[in-house]
């Protein structure tokens, strides 16, 4: 995403084969000889960001309130 995302778009625009698609061209072309990995998400990383999900959640009462009672 971001700035490198709308390069390789950029560069899949201007490069591409005909009839390529972007799919084709990611596999094909720029991650050709990349290693495959997957990643697990740490527990205590799921757990942390569950906690500040709910207490954001929560906090948008507050943020309502205030847009509501704005002068």
Do not use: C, H, Q
């Amino acid at each position: 995403g971001g700035a490198w995302g709308i390069a390789v778009l950029a560069a899949y625009m201007a490069n591409r084969s005909e009839n390529e698609s972007l799919e084709d061209y990611l596999n094909n072309r720029v991650f050709k000889d990349n290693e495959k990995v997957t990643v697990s998400p740490d527990p205590d990383d799921v757990a942390g960001f569950d906690r500040f999900m709910e207490r954001y959640v929560k906090g948008l009462a507050i943020e309502r309130s205030a847009v509501e009672n704005l002068e």
